[in-house]
């Protein structure tokens, strides 16, 4: 298995986990290690320094594709994207206003700095002080980038020239996402900033005329049963079908629930569930099975069903907020990466068993599973080099067997 | 030879011949302890090669295996807190505390914040009143240019726990606190004096512990009066943190004199939290839970 983080220091790790050795073996080595290292420590002659421990599991490496420790540089968003003929990238944008471009193997490839990260911000808004700027949401595809900040500013740019389709959002937006196949659509809610899906190919340059029109605007809940105004804190966004003209969508809000809209049905929210005790921060729909993952602030990331709003369980064992889940290919296996500095891998089925983890030494603001690398199991291993060996000899002459009875000497 | 016993139905025969065999296992162990003692008088390297090879398994040895264990060589970790939120302190910051209280205090949490007054240097009680909420009382200090926020809680009028606030963006650490004694009530203790002391910051070990211990290392100045003979000890084992203050005295080049100045107490870390103290709606780096608790060998400090 092979994931790639991006954490609060600016570096980009990649992250190979060996899914034949299982987390109990390699825990199992560990303390065979542990205790040999306790006994050379009690044998430790006079002076001697003890042997740096080991601190690493049997099974995982982890290496960094780029970067070095740089808080202004952390990563706030990440995702991939592919540059230029088929070489695949990572596009980041960092705390200090930076998008850039780095390929899979460090390479820089882009860069834009945007000039307003470096003002001093504070905005009173709703009761609370917006003390910075921060990216809410970016994407990449192969021509284009569109990023949002938290102050609304959302930017569809173009990679080859620098023309750029600028809007403005209101304050205070907590999360932008992308549609999965057309990355030009984008949904953004926030803070009192209710749900909307834009296109951004239909916003005007710069400076232009007409306002643009939103693909979907969700509008807020009946009142509640005392009659109050219900508030509006959207925290996490997940298109759910392959429709762009009439999206639906999931969404995640700091007041515990879990809302599903359909552009075509109405703009309220078709489903409004509570179903966690903690604001939820992030959400990841599986794109195999109608199901949903959210995470709080408290590392419990839990697993429920689309359809009906029940909550199957909790991935257990997280100690800190996770603030990314990526899934497998195959839907069978979730990542999850956050403040407790470990990228832990758990299987999706009924049981939710832990099966490995990764210690990243950073706190991780974004995991990716590589859905390209493929893990070979030892037999297809064997197979493949028994394929290889046969390729490299030559070719026997083939005899050819006569047809023709053999005369019998008589 | 040993029968098992287990096989023998009559009990009172079971108890006899289990009675037997308890003394005969106890004197051959005697018998073979006595032969064992005399080879070794007459070969210590014997006995050199029998304690190299018997090490005990304690709780301290047999810890689970933890990547979070920060290695000294590791250059990314160091890196890494060397632009932490407590970068400032490390580079020159004069620490400014403020402690204050849950709103009513009693007696015994005001007793324990003083001697809290006595041990940081440079420190300021303010009474805590009913008008302001916490976070609004962080947003006063920050506006004061103050680097520390200590609150301590009171329950059922004892002082309970103990919240960490690091201003002005950094972790909020909300720690357990047990076994409160105060200065007066330890035997035989020394008189403290306002010289600033030397820290000991002992056994935090993963990069968490790093974090808390570099949190209690802010609230002291950098630079100690060597010549007050003070110090302070914050000694990690196994998640709890015990903190103890002495007074040494050197005798002769030869050994250290120790007097307890106190107050003496334990903290245990409940949660660790990224930013200010928000506990609805703020993300924590580290929250306590049962399910982390997978096996007896396993700490997080």
């Known amino acids: 298995m092979r994931f790639y983080t991006g954490d609060e220091s600016g570096l980009i790790k990649c992250i190979d986990i060996d899914a034949n050795v299982s987390l109990l ?18 044998n430790l002659k006079a002076g001697e320094q003890a042997a740096a421990a080991d601190t690493s599991l049997a099974g995982v490496e982890i290496r960094t594709v780029d970067g070095r420790v740089n808080r202004s540089n952390g990563i706030q968003q990440m995702c991939t994207t592919k540059w230029a003929t088929n070489d695949r990238a990572f596009a980041v944008a960092r705390k200090n206003g930076n998008i850039d471009v780095v390929g899979f193997e460090g390479e820089q490839l882009f860069t834009y700095t945007d000039e307003k990260f470096a003002e001093r911000v504070s905005i009173k808004h709703n009761g609370r002080t917006i003390n910075e700027r921060s990216y809410v949401g970016l994407s990449a595809s192969d021509s284009h980038f569109l990023s949002c900040t938290n102050m609304g500013e959302v930017r569809y740019q173009s990679f080859a020239t620098s023309e750029a389709k600028l809007m403005k959002l209101p304050l205070d937006a907590c999360r932008m996402r992308t549609h999965n196949e057309r990355s030009s659509v984008f949904a953004v809610g926030g803070r009192e900033h209710e749900l909307s899906v834009w296109d951004a190919e239909t916003l005007q340059e710069s400076g232009a005329g007409a306002k643009p029109t939103p693909i979907f605007r969700a509008k807020n809940v009946a009142n509640d049963f005392l009659n109050l105004r219900v508030p509006v804190w959207i925290t996490d966004i997940q298109f759910t079908s392959e429709d762009a003209t009439n999206p639906t969508l999931a969404v995640s809000t700091g007041h515990k629930q879990i809302r599903l809209y359909d552009a075509r049905a109405q703009q309220r929210p078709v489903n409004d569930w509570e179903v966690s005790k903690h604001p939820i921060y992030h959400l990841q729909a599986s794109h195999v099975r109608p199901e949903l993952y959210f995470a709080d602030n408290m590392g419990n990331v839990q697993q429920m069903d689309m359809r009906t709003g029940h909550v199957f369980g909790a991935f257990k064992g997280i100690a800190g907020a996770v603030k990314s889940i990526s899934l497998s290919e195959d839907g069978a296996k979730i990542a ?4 407790d500095r470990y990228v ?26 590589d859905w390209e690398h493929k893990d070979f199991s030892t037999q297809e291993i064997e197979e493949q080099e028994a394929e290889d060996i046969w390729e ?19 | 030879m040993l029968v098992p016993t287990s096989e023998i139905k009559n009990k009172a025969k079971r ?22 003692k005399k080879e070794e008088l007459a070969n210590p ?30 250059e990314e970790v160091a890196e890494d807190e060397g632009e932490d939120e407590f970068a400032a302190y490390f580079n020159g910051q004069t620490p400014k505390v403020l402690i204050t209280t849950t709103p009513n205090a009693g007696k015994r949490t005001t007793g324990f914040v003083k001697e809290l007054v006595s041990v940081i240097p440079d420190i300021e009680y303010i009474k805590r009143g009913k008008k302001f909420e916490l976070q609004q009382i962080i947003q006063f200090c920050k506006n004061r240019d103050y680097t520390d926020l200590v609150v301590v809680t009171e329950d059922h009028k004892e002082p309970t726990h103990v919240t960490l606030i690091h201003l002005p963006e950094g972790p909020t650490a909300h720690f357990r606190l047990t076994r409160v ?8 203790h020394a008189r403290a004096t306002s010289h600033y002391p030397e820290l000991i910051l002992n056994q935090f070990s993963t990069r968490l512990g790093h974090t808390v211990g570099r949190m209690f290392a802010a609230l002291f100045p950098q630079v100690p009066e060597f ?28 050994r250290v004199d120790l007097q307890e100045i106190g107050p003496r107490f334990t903290l245990r870390l409940r949660w660790l939290q990224k930013g200010l103290y928000d506990p609805l709606n703020g993300e924590y780096e580290w929250a306590y839970k049962a399910d982390l608790e997978t096996s007896r060998r396993r700490v997080f400090l």
């Open chain 1, 344 to 369: 832990r891998v758990f299987e999706t089925g009924s049981m939710r068993r832990p099966l490995h983890r990764a210690y990243v030494k950073q706190r991780v603001s974004h995991v990716v599973w």
């Open chain 1, 392 to 410: 490299t000899m030559d070719k026997a002459a083939l005899k050819k067997k006569s047809n023709k009875r053999k005369a019998v000497a008589i």
């Open chain 2, 181 to 188: 004694k105060g200065g007066k009530e330890i035997s035989g």
């Open chain 2, 45 to 74: 390297e014997l006995r050199e090669a029998r304690l190299r090879e018997n090490v005990p398994a304690t709780q301290e040895n047999t810890r689970e295996f933890d990547e979070a264990i920060v290695n000294e060589t590791d």
């Open chain 1, 336 to 339: 999850v990466a956050g403040l």
């Open chain 2, 227 to 254: 010549q007050g003979r003070q110090v302070a000890t914050f000694h990690n084992q196994r998640d709890f943190i015990f903190f103890r203050r002495h007074r040494y005295v050197f005798k002769s080049g030869k």
């Open chain 1, 25 to 42: 073996e390699a825990q199992a080595q560990a303390a065979k290690r542990t205790k040999a290292a306790a006994k050379a420590k009690a």
């Open chain 2, 15 to 36: 108890g006899e011949v289990y009675a037997k065999q308890r003394t005969e296992k106890g004197k051959a162990k005697r018998q073979r302890r006595q032969e064992q």
